[in-house]
């Protein structure tokens, strides 16, 4: 059965988590460590900043959990009672869809957010590599990555930018389709703009820098964007050629003025119509507002942005629906293929059967042979019994042992097709 | 009467096509499903017997009468909708096409066929002409939507609040790249439609010319769009200003059709 211990963003407090994370580096010993004193045959390790969980296998579960909690607050030296209120413990079913919603990022403190996929692949990684992941471990992380990825690729989860970079780069997509060979021309050299311009940039854009009072600083981000710098004075004819303007000086001012806009779209007549992006991050603005007025001219400042992101957070947890129902499918799918490994009652069906036979064929038996002495019956029914005992003896104690080590539905179907049950 | 029995299949299915659309559009933003174009696909091939079928019962192509007329019309719409749609994936042009093509169809179910033999509807220049002309109404028609989605999409983008249709409209270059390219199809049909007319005319009644409003209409929409065309080459006009063009140059078109089918009922040659 699978076992998951942990604490996240819903039941924690940041300082909590934090002092409970596994970093990189002790992850392998951790992993070790945990298999060996939790006492459970498969262990697995999830530490990002928003959680920290551990998964296991065992068959008691109270006794387990138990451990796994102890485990945790021994690995960092904090006591239980502190700990224990932020804790959860989760198993069988429960601690299965669990995993999935993590890995589909539903669990996530923004939903869909795309890094939570990346660190579950990981941390199932480093559990292969500190050889503590098993069969049960191992079926779980090919289902459940699976259907994070389909939930990813069939609903809109993923989908609409929710940080103010991205959706700054959505924009633009939205109004230029393509970004290759668009000019992007930065104003100041500004973090943020910087953040933005490199999204850009990754999407095939070109990136010009223009310098203020500090053009070294101007100089350099137009290296790392792989564009190049020029003078503030430059600002009109830069402008002229830019498809997108990211501006985010410290200017008290306007920088751009609507005449600027105006007189840069009419100087050049073929690309009169073109459309213009303009994106004021700076606070305060550094663009005109009436610049947004003018024909194909799209003005957005700080706060537009922010209540894009706004509007794509609600939509994606609209979509959040339809991949809450598509990744319980799958769960429910996952779960019947783990009743299907469950060797239990193919071993009572198993004995059934035999009994069956064997209780017919003596009937038979007796039938030929007329009355016998009470004692004639019994060494005729200890006969039988123990030759069914003694050939079913193998096949109970291999399949007993395939259900220690996490069985393999194809070995059970084999068998069962064997036994012709 | 087969043809009819076709064409109410066909209605029924493109119906399917046009709530479905509609539906996801206030639901969710994937526009087409793999169930909405296998009912189309579907459909379009029920329409195709039911215009082949058509063509046997009235002894002429099916382009006379506004019964013939607005169901071939709306098959060409579809198949330049799914020629589209295969070469750009544009989804939200199906907001457009499926309304349009189930109301024809609808309109084409509700009107009787019209019975006619003359002798004119006989030789190649109907079928050719006609033809010629749906295609270029068709493309129009793809242009004239591209169209109001660029509008559409700029009117979001300009709000800085965006909406539903923000999520679902394609971007402005892509309305604009895909509606240039539609008008100059839609144009080179226009083009030829109107030639083949003329001849049709010269061979019918001796003149290219007979100066009758349909034709002054058909050569004002023409005029139309060589400007946008020109202007977009020209002086690499597009967005907002080409998509308006692209509108008006429909409206003429749309103009002259119904002006076509409904006073006359047939092709002005053949009157």
């Known amino acids: 059965m699978i076992l998951v211990v942990g604490l996240s963003h819903r039941t924690s407090p940041l300082a909590v988590r934090e002092s409970l994370a596994f970093s990189r580096e002790v992850l392998a010993d951790a992993l070790r460590r945990m298999r060996d004193e939790a006492g459970v045959p498969e262990a697995m390790i999830l530490s990002t900043c928003n959680r920290v969980e551990l998964y296991g296998r065992g068959q008691q579960v109270e006794a387990a959990g138990r451990r796994l909690e102890e485990f945790l607050c021994g690995f960092h030296r904090r006591p239980l009672e502190e700990v224990a209120p932020y804790l959860y413990r989760l198993a069988g079913p429960d601690a299965v869809r669990h995993a999935f919603r993590v890995a589909a990022s539903l669990e996530s403190m923004v939903i869909g957010e795309p890094q939570i996929l990346g660190q579950v692949k990981e941390a199932y990684q480093a559990a292969e590599q500190a050889g503590t992941l098993g069969s049960a471990l191992n079926a779980l992380r090919n289902r459940s990555l699976a259907a994070a990825k389909r939930a990813r690729a069939e609903t809109g989860i993923g989908q609409n930018a929710v940080s103010v970079s991205y959706v700054a780069v959505e924009l633009a997509r939205k109004i230029f389709g393509e970004l290759r060979d668009k000019n992007v021309l930065l104003v100041g050299a500004g973090k943020m703009s910087e953040l933005a311009a490199r999204h850009l940039v990754r999407s095939g854009a070109r990136a010009s820098v223009l310098g203020g009072r500090t053009f070294e600083r101007a100089e350099e981000l137009a290296a790392a964007l792989g564009g190049r710098a020029a003078p503030f004075e430059s600002l009109r004819s830069e402008l002229a050629a830019a498809d997108i303007v990211i501006s985010g000086t410290g200017a008290p001012g306007i920088v751009i003025r609507r005449e600027d806009v105006e007189h840069v779209r009419s100087a050049r007549r073929g690309r009169y119509l073109r459309p213009l992006f303009l994106i004021d991050i700076a606070v305060p603005r550094d663009i005109d507002p009436a610049a947004g007025k003018l024909e194909g001219v799209f003005l957005y400042d700080l706060d537009d942005l922010r209540s894009v992101a706004e509007a794509n957070l609600r939509e994606r947890q609209k979509e959040a629906a339809a991949a809450e129902g598509l990744v319980e499918r799958e769960v429910r799918e996952f779960l019947e293929w783990q009743k299907s490994l469950d060797v239990v009652p193919l071993l009572v069906e198993l004995r059934q059967r035999a009994d069956e036979i064997r209780r017919r064929e003596l009937d038979r038996a007796r039938r030929r042979l007329g009355p016998l002495s009470a004692e004639q019956e019994a060494a005729l029914e200890a006969a039988t019994t123990a030759i069914v005992n003694k050939l079913l003896h193998s096949p109970t104690v291999q399949l007993k042992e395939i259900a220690r080590n996490g069985g393999a539905a194809e070995q059970v179907a084999f068998i069962r097709k064997l036994l012709g049950l | ?271």
């Open chain 2, 1 to 271: 009467m087969a043809s009819h029995v076709y064409l109410l299949f066909t209605l029924a299915l493109y119906a399917v096509g046009a709530l479905h659309v509609l539906l996801q559009a206030l639901t969710r933003r994937k526009l087409l499903t793999s169930w909405t174009v296998t009912a189309t696909l579907a459909g379009f091939a029920l329409h195709t017997a039911s215009l082949s079928q058509r063509w046997t019962e009235a002894g002429h192509f099916p382009a006379v009468g506004l019964h013939d007329v607005s169901s071939f019309l709306a098959w060409a719409v579809v198949l330049v909708f799914l020629m589209t749609y295969t070469r750009t994936r544009v989804e939200a042009l199906g907001l457009a096409v499926y309304p349009v093509a189930f109301a024809l169809v609808l309109v084409s179910n509700m009107t009787p066929a019209a019975e006619t033999d003359d002798p004119i509807l006989k030789g190649l220049f109907l079928p050719i002409h006609a033809t010629l002309a749906f295609f270029g109404y068709a493309a129009l028609f793809v242009a004239f939507a591209m169209g109001l989605l660029y509008l559409i999409q700029e009117r979001e983008l300009k709000s800085r609040s965006p909406r539903r249709f923000y999520y679902i409209v394609p971007s402005l270059e892509r309305c604009d790249s895909i509606g240039g390219r539609s008008v100059e199809v839609g144009f080179g049909f226009l083009t030829l439609a109107i030639l083949t007319g003329m001849l049709w005319s010269h061979r019918a009644r001796g003149v290219y010319w007979t100066g009758d409003a349909k034709e002054w209409t058909a050569l004002i929409a023409w005029v139309l769009y060589v400007a946008l065309i020109l202007a977009r080459h020209r002086s690499g006009w597009g967005g907002r200003r080409a998509a308006l063009l692209g509108i008006a140059g429909f409206a003429a078109v749309v103009l002259t059709f119904v002006w076509v089918t409904v006073a006359s009922g047939v092709a002005s040659a053949a009157r």
